[in-house]
């Protein structure tokens, strides 16, 4: 079963929504949150990821896996009120849910996607842009290939590297991961890319 891209700009719309509900959130986030969501998404429901990469165009950019697609949708999103904006005129826009984005996106959640939804905004509230890069990169259950591609593209892998205990001791420190995803992490992070 694949998704049209109209299925998948819904679903961009809803945790763009969902995770900016709360709290103003820089874009950069948005898009960690959403490529990780995405990912999630496709093992839930049976879906080639990497068809869903293909569909929105996400690639490799010095800040994280980025999509203009979504970058877009983002704009759209707030072209149409559905989300508010801090900082319009600088690099670091952040944005929010607006009340008509959050009647209109939030209602009809599923459990299964709200138990997705609460882990991804739970990350990207807690860590920074680049603790959540560290993440998705170094995450030990995202397969090889997908991570890979993105990683070997990144002009941040070094400072990553560089900084991987640090990066193991904030996702510890905020109970994203546990002991033993720790050591998965610190064992990939450990590897040559």
Known sequence: MGLSLDQVFELIDKVVIYLSQDSW??????????????????IHKKIDFNEIIKKIEIHPD???????????????????????VRNPDSKDILVKASRRGRDN????????????????KDLVEKLESDQVIF????NPY?????????????????NLLRYKDRYIKKLLDTNIIDEITANKINKLASKPI
């Open 105 to 120: 996106y939030l209602g009809d959640i599923s459990e299964d996607e709200e138990a997705y939804l609460s882990s991804i």
């Open 62 to 84: 010095k800040q994280g896996p980025y999509s203009i697609a979504i970058d877009g949708e983002v704009e759209s999103l707030i072209k149409d009120g559905y989300l508010e």
């Open 142 to 158: 995202i397969p090889n290939e997908i991570k890979d591609y993105f990683i070997s593209k990144s002009e941040i892998k070094g």
């Open 25 to 42: 959130m820089d874009k950069w986030k948005i898009q960690k949150g959403l490529f990780y969501y995405l990912w999630l998404y496709s």
């Open 135 to 138: 993440f998705i990169y170094f």
